[in-house]
């Protein structure tokens, strides 16, 4: 390559890095003046974690924010979200279709699940270097998860170097209260080195709007043969782990549960790990 070729490949470099950091700081400044006319909001901060050129339509570009906002009834508390933007510099919107195959885009660029999130805590079946990584975000009283994760688990659990079994409690608090006390018996009942807990805590039969945590943990001790208590699912490593479940969760944008990874990317269809050889 010639010099003169070099020279100008350097000023297009460039010129593209100060425009993608000018679209980003345009980016900002719209959402942070949006953000803030919300009466409730105390203060509002958003930063561009990335930016993702979209291939389906020339000159757009998806960018994914961190959005940290404290509500003026609640000084003390920090909102933390993820959000995706898409924009070409001069028009932003929330959703992006694609008109020939109709699929919405902000499902092709929610961010991918990362080596870091291989959490050994999380690993309840297989081998760690099996030939594929599978990872399940799960809330048990969820009747889509009943209805997908029993199976897949026991599918899963026979091919041990084939298949690594990453799991992440994901309680809907809002639709199953419940489900928060269930998530916190299954992980103190792990850490004391009980067996199989997520196969059978699918099989608990508990109210998903019941909140008398006695009366839910008497029901997973049923169930599980354990005798998990009040002082265990309080214990300081339980929240740790079922925090660090929920901040994968927020990182990764995932919305509702089941959601799957297979080998990093999120699998919609559920059922890419019964092709894989």
């Known amino acids: 390559m010639s010099l003169m070729w070099k020279l100008l490949a350097t000023t297009l470099l460039l010129s593209s890095l100060a425009y993608a950091q ?15 006319s919300n009466e409730r909001l105390k203060s509002v901060d958003v930063e561009v974690d990335s930016v993702v050129p979209i291939k389906e339509v020339k000159g757009w570009n998806a960018y994914i924010v961190d959005v940290k906002a404290v509500l003026k009834q609640r000084p003390k508390k920090i909102i933390n979200q993820k959000m995706i933007w898409f924009s070409n510099g001069d ?16 499902e092709v660029v929610k961010p991918q699940f990362k080596d870091a ?3 050994p805590e999380n690993l309840i079946y297989g081998n760690k270097d099996a030939a594929h990584k599978i990872v399940i975000f799960s809330d048990p009283l969820c009747p ?7 199976g897949a688990l026991q599918n899963l659990k026979k091919e041990p170097n084939k298949f690594a079994v990453y799991y992440y409690h994901f309680p809907l608090l809002r639709l199953h209260p419940a489900s928060g006390t269930l998530v916190k018996a299954a992980v103190a009942a792990e850490l004391q ?10 099989t608990v039969k508990i109210n998903p709007r019941e909140k008398d945590v006695n009366k839910i943990l008497a029901a997973f001790n049923k169930v599980e043969g354990t005798n998990i208590t009040i002082a265990d699912i309080n214990s300081e490593a339980v929240k740790k782990q079922t925090k660090n479940d929920v901040d994968v969760a927020r990182d990764l944008m995932v919305a509702g549960t089941p959601t799957v990874y297979l080998d990093g990317k999120i699998d919609n269809t559920k059922k890419k790990y019964l092709k894989v050889k």
């Open 144 to 150: 889509f998860c009943k209805g997908f994760v029993p």
């Open 193 to 202: 080195g009980v067996k199989d807990v997520i196969l059978r805590l699918y």
């Open 91 to 106: 028009v932003i919107t929330k959703d992006l279709v694609d008109l020939k195959s109709g699929q919405n885009l902000l």
């Open 117 to 119: 999130y291989y959490r």
């Open 22 to 36: 000018s679209a980003s700081d345009n980016v900002v400044d719209f959402l942070e003046d949006q953000f803030s």
